[in-house]
């Protein structure tokens, strides 16, 4: 069972990592310097919110899978670096609450309303959250990679 639960813990941080990675260095530099904002915006906004929605299920499992670890071991009797990967991990939850529950919506509301500039400021404000989150989760790899040497 540990086996599985490492599995699908790794697993979904490699989805949700990787992918924003992949938006954040490429999709978006690309789109935003060969598509003008009628174009950009509606495509940024259709492939977040199928990103988003992948994201949440990897949250769900990375969250329950690293809980379900630590539960196996004994809370008290778990490596202080997993706790330390658990807080970095709620603390990306909770700031991608914000990005798909706060500025996703307001993200889609411009694009809909073809509302350029507030379309825009939605956007920038989830690259610099989606930015934050992937520091936070190369920080992350870090603490469980050195943690487990």
Request: aromatic share 8%.
């Amino acid at each position: 069972m540990r086996s599985i639960l490492l599995l699908l813990h790794l697993s979904a941080v490699i989805v949700w990592i990787g992918g924003m990675s992949f938006a954040h260095f490429c999709l978006q530099p690309v789109a935003a310097s060969q598509l003008p904002p009628p174009q950009r915006l509606p495509l940024l906004a259709s492939v977040l919110g199928r990103f988003f929605s992948t994201v949440a299920v990897s949250i769900v499992v990375i969250l329950g899978s690293g809980l379900a670890r630590m539960a196996a071991t004994g809370f008290t009797q778990s490596p202080l670096h997993w706790h330390a990967m658990a807080g970095l991990g709620v603390l990306m939850a909770a700031i991608f609450s914000v990005i798909y529950f706060l500025l996703y919506p307001r993200l889609t509301a411009g694009v809909a309303a073809q509302d350029w500039p507030g379309a825009g400021a939605a956007m920038n404000r989830i690259r610099l959250l989606v930015a934050t989150n992937l520091g936070l989760g190369a920080l992350t790899v870090v603490v469980a990679t050195l943690g487990a040497a």
